[in-house]
């Protein structure tokens, strides 16, 4: 069982470079998301997807871009990586009903990344 | 706006002590769904609890147990006889939507508790 996967695990970038997190779910979840965990800080939602084609901002959002073309699959992209972006970066997925996070969120084992 | 609030930073007992994290939470929405998940040192999530609103029964799962108390906006949860296993950091979540309409839904984390189980 797959479930979701991450990749890169671990990835040191320099300042300004760019670099995209890949996720991807074998669930057939509709809702995908991001988040990173930064230290005192908990999990912060950075975006989120309800659906194919469907995407919007979480909390921190500035910096990251996201796509959803298929329902599998939902990377996020750091455009030009800054220090503050170092973190540990999560995805997840889950069922939706109605609009609702109703069932428990299925994460990926985390990704390490660091800004030089 | 939706707030998750686990005050209690770090939690050190010894083993086989009891211990309860608090999670406090804001909400406007009459219909939410809370979480609990743990962090063990490995770096993994692990789900260990769902509760929606309309349902304020206590639950127990072995060692471990959750008080939901909509008059306080609580939703705790107790570990029995705790063991060094147990040690990881744990969050309370909260998740709402004020429309029903896509684009409205998330699911907000408290800042987590580490909790330390002592030999």
């Known amino acids: 069982n797959a479930g979701v996967t991450q990749t890169p695990k671990f990835q040191v970038l320099k300042t300004g470079q760019s670099m995209t997190l890949q996720c991807a779910q074998d669930m057939n979840h509709e809702y995908m998301s991001w988040y990173r965990q930064d230290p005192g800080m908990g999990l912060r939602l950075i975006h989120y997807?309800?659906?194919?084609?469907?995407?919007d901002q979480g909390e921190v959002p500035n910096g990251y871009n996201v796509s959803r073309s298929t329902t599998e699959d939902f990377p996020l992209r750091l455009l030009s990586a800054a220090p503050s972006q170092t973190s540990v970066y999560f995805c997840?997925?889950?069922?939706?009903?109605?609009?609702?996070?109703?069932?428990?969120?299925?994460f990926g084992e985390g990704s390490r990344l660091t800004v030089l | 706006a939706q707030k998750v609030t686990q005050a209690q930073t770090e939690i050190s007992v010894v083993e086989k002590e009891d211990v309860t994290l608090d999670c406090v939470y804001e909400?406007?929405?009459?219909?939410?769904?809370l979480f609990w998940y743990k962090q063990p040192p490995s770096g993994e999530l692990v789900f260990l609890i769902r509760?929606?609103?309309?349902?304020?029964q206590n639950e127990i799962s072995g060692r471990y147990s959750w008080n939901f108390q909509k008059s306080t906006s609580s939703f705790n949860f107790t570990i029995t006889a705790s063991q060094v296993v147990d040690s990881a950091v744990y969050f309370c979540a909260l998740s709402e939507a004020l429309l029903v309409n896509f684009g409205n839904e998330k699911l907000t984390f408290g800042t987590g508790t580490r909790l330390t189980i002592i030999p």
């Open positions: 509760r929606n609103s309309f349902d304020e």
């Open positions: 997840a997925s889950t069922i939706s009903v109605r609009g609702r996070v109703t069932g428990e969120l299925f």
């Open positions: 909400t406007r929405d009459t219909t939410y769904y």
């Open positions: 997807s309800v659906g194919a084609g469907i995407t």
